[in-house]
């Protein structure tokens, strides 16, 4: 099992988009700046999370979030509207 999950930063208006096996683990990670792309954004709320069969899919559903704004735009206006928690 692999998830898709958003990160809002605390301190900035900064969103993340990654790929997780572990997402307890990966969520620690960010949190205590193991993560270099990410370190100066912490700490970090989860927002959003999906849950994808393999890596693949996972990757894919990442690379389209990542590269297309719209959907992007429409996914961060879901959540603020308390439609996805």
């Known amino acids: 099992m692999f998830y898709l999950y958003i990160l809002k930063s605390k ?3 900064w969103h993340y988009i990654g790929i997780t096996k572990d997402l307890n683990n ?4 960010h949190n205590t700046g193991e993560v ?3 370190k100066a954004y912490k700490p970090f709320k989860l927002i959003l999370t999906e849950k994808f069969a393999d890596k693949t899919s996972a990757r894919k559903r990442e ?13 961060f ?7 996805i928690v």
């Not at 690379?63 to 996914?75: G, Q, V």
């Open 63 to 75: 690379i389209f979030l990542k590269k297309t704004s719209k959907a992007r735009k429409e996914i």
């Open 26 to 29: 990966r969520l620690m990670e």
């Open 77 to 83: 206006k879901k959540i603020n509207n308390g439609a």
């Open 11 to 13: 301190i900035k208006d």
């Open 36 to 38: 270099r792309s990410t």
